[in-house]
Nanobody
Framework: QVQLVESGGGLVQAGGSLRLSCAAS????????MGWFRQAPRKEREFVAA????????YYADSVKGRFTISRDNAKNTGFLQMNNLEPEDTAVYYC?????????????????WGQGTQVTVSS
């Protein structure tokens, strides 16, 4: 069983930066793909970014491309989402997830393990 715990959320002004972390339990972290999703109030959960087990392949939603960077440290069982030039539209609860696959996945249905989420609020 894999447990995921996100951290690093908070309140930031537009144009600022935050770095989210996702700490994973279990020895399977390095074998599985990881992703970040977000859900804003009254909206559906949406894909943000994904990374393969090795970190060689990454995918991003068009809305965050060029501003967000997904990465992982398999030795530390931790994934990251660096968010720069934040916009008020980025305000949401951010979730990390892991899929029992090695390749990066953009669809939420492909992920079996989810964290509890961390709030990111961007003020204008």
């Amino acid at each position: 069983q894999v447990q995921l715990v996100e951290s690093g959320g908070g309140l930031v002004q537009a144009g600022g930066s935050l770095r989210l972390s996702c700490a994973a339990s279990g020895r399977t972290f390095s074998s599985y793909a990881m992703g970040w999703f977000r859900q804003a109030p009254r909206k559906e959960r949406e894909f943000v970014a994904a990374i393969s087990w090795s970190g060689a392949t990454t995918y991003y939603a068009d809305s965050v491309k060029g501003r967000f960077t997904i990465s992982r440290d398999n030795a530390k069982n931790t994934g990251f989402l660096q968010m720069n030039n934040l916009e008020p539209e980025d305000t949401a609860v951010y979730y990390c997830a892991m899929a029992r696959l090695s390749t990066a996945q953009t669809q939420a249905v492909m992920y079996q393990y989810w964290g509890q989420g961390t709030q990111v609020t961007v003020s204008s």
